[in-house]
Structure formats: C-alpha cells, structure tokens
C-alpha cells in the first residue's frame, strides 16, 4: 500500500484491522485526501472481488442491491446489484437519501440481502468501506445514528503534512510504472479472521473496555451515548491489532489506540457543548487514567 500512499501509517493500521476483525468502516475528510485511493490500494493487494458505488443524491436501493424480473419465460430472475462483493467502497455514502441508506442495514449487519422473498448470503468475505464528506460540505446530509452504529470504526483522514504531499507527488508521478502485487486471497482472509478471534483478552482489558463506553452514556455533554456494539468493537478490533503486532493478548494500549475510531461516530453531541466528539474521547480517556 505505501507504493500509492504517502505517509497515513495509523490510517492504513487503522484499515487492515478493520479487515481482520471482519468490520466495515467508515473513512470520513474533505474532498482529495485520498480517502478512495488508501480503499483501493488496500484492495490491489488482496485477491478479491471489488466493487466501487458512487453515492450520489438519485440513486435508488436496487442500484445497489439488485432487483427480481421476468424473463421471456415469465420465471423470476434476479440480478445482484454491486454489493455482491468481497471488498465494497461506498463513495460520497452521506450524499445519498435516507432510504438509500437504509437499503444497507440487512448487508452490513446480517451480510445478506432479501430478493424475491429470499435471503441471499454475501459473498465470504465481504468488507464495506464508505467515505463521507465531513458535514456543511454542499450535498451532504448527516448519516442516521441506526447506519453508523453499523460501521466498527470512523476513520478520520486528513490534510497531509508537507513532507507527505512531496512524497505523493513524486507517488503519482511514477504511478504508471508501480506495481502492487497479491499478497493475500480471500481463503487467507478468512483464516486470519478466525486466528483473531483466538486472541485472548484479559479481565483488565474487558473491564476498561465497559468503563469507556459506560463513560461515554455519562458525560455531561453527550446526548446520546455508545451502544453495546461498541463493546464489540473494541474487543474485536483490539485482537486484531494485537494479531498484526505478533501479540497472542489485547493490552490496555490497544484500545486507547482505538477509542477515537470506534467511539466517535456513535455519540451524539449537544450542540450547546462547544466540543466535539475527539475532545469528548479525549476527556474520557483521560478520566480513566
């Protein structure tokens, strides 16, 4: 991946631990961050299908999820949509309608879909990252809280650094000639999966776990707080970064590592609180120490 990316070490971390622990995830900046070239890079080295939606005010669900129809014989057919994949990349998720995003709940939950009263299993395995704008950029609107609970982390992308930007120029410039190879295929995916889910994770570590979510229901400027998926996302994304490190055990630092990633999208702010959900984390981490 760092043959098309320039610096974004913890992002691109951030992102194979979202693969291991079988999550989807949501990377969220301005517009040209390369928030769909990291997807894409990630993808080139994994030999998987990969499907690209484009998110745009007008598309409909079954533009995403397929449709039933009648053919000459008058039988039922259907056609999948897209979301019949290994690795999905949602552009631009929070410029689509509500029902259009309410169309992804069954797959990102249950990795199935329902056509012609049946349920049809997703590929193995299947993986959704969507980008989003940040909010006040023209044509976006908020994601409802029921869809991002639904992603097991919120990966923040910003601006380069100086050094990183001349690197990425220097990236693009020999873009034609770079070559990314297939480490990885979707059998060996699957056994990672599995390798992580054998990852312990001591009583220290599940009881801090509780106490930063239960914290996040309690702080003064927080309307709504984690639910229960947050627990499982942090023991989920925990082992698999502990797995990446050659560790057989989650540790404390796992999960402050990840706390802004799982957290921040499932809070609620008061709009009267004047801090935004980084500096919430932030203070409830601190809070623990």
Known sequence: MKKHIAGKEDTIELLFIAVLANGHTLL??????????MTKALSSTISADFNRIQGTPDIEPDNIVGYTYLDSQKNVQIKKGPIF???LLFDELNRTQPKTMSALLETLEERQ???GGKDIQLPRPFIAFATQNPLKIEGTEPLPKVVSDRFIMKVDVDY????????????KEAEEKVVVNKIINTTDVI???EQVKKVSMPDEVARYITELVDASRKE?????GASPRADIAFMMCGKAKALIEGRT???RDDIKFLAKPVLSHRIVVRATG??????????????LE
Request: hydrophobic share 45%; charged share 20%.
């Open 28 to 37: 969220e900046g301005v517009p040209g961050v390369a928030k769909t070239t």
């Open 85 to 87: 994949t290994n690795i």
């Open 113 to 115: 879909i329902t056509l």
């Open 160 to 171: 380069p650094s100086m050094e990183e930007e001349m690197k990425m120029l220097r990236i």
């Open 191 to 193: 056994e990672l999966q």
């Open 220 to 224: 003064m400027h927080v309307v709504m």
């Open 249 to 251: 055990e989650v540790k």
């Open 274 to 287: 004047g801090i935004g959900a980084h500096g919430i984390v932030d203070g409830i981490v601190a809070s």
